[in-house]
């Protein structure tokens, strides 16, 4: 066999370190200038996002534990005072007296 046999395969200008075209061109790409921006660009806006959704859980348990101890209580008391009120009404209309929303008719003057 010829030497020229042995390389039938080879392209002008490559050389036979076991690296293809394509190994190559990748690997010159992931070393770019604009792929290693993109990538500490990436970093940094998970960072941030992450920052963010760190304070933003922080705002909604405030949140929502200030409902709890302020709002909720005051609700409930909302709730007994409306009880309270529809219990007097029945007792009253029981006992036969006009409902106290009826306001009696003003004498005129």
Same mark, same amino acid.
């Given at each position: ?12 200008? #490559? ?40 304070? #933003? ?53």
């Amino acid at each position: 066999m010829s030497s020229s046999q042995g390389r039938r395969g080879s392209l002008p200008g #490559t050389s036979d370190d076991g690296k293809g075209v394509l190994s190559r061109f990748s690997s010159s790409i992931s070393q770019s200038l604009i792929v290693s921006r993109g990538k500490r660009t990436a970093s940094e806006a998970a960072t941030v996002a992450k920052k963010l959704l760190w304070s #933003t859980g922080r705002a909604a348990w405030i949140a929502g534990t200030t409902f709890l101890v302020l709002v909720v209580p005051l609700i409930i008391e909302m709730d007994r005072e409306q009880q309270m009120n529809e219990l007097e009404m029945q007792q009253a209309s029981l006992l036969g007296a006009p409902p106290p929303s009826i306001a009696a008719p003003a004498a005129p003057k």
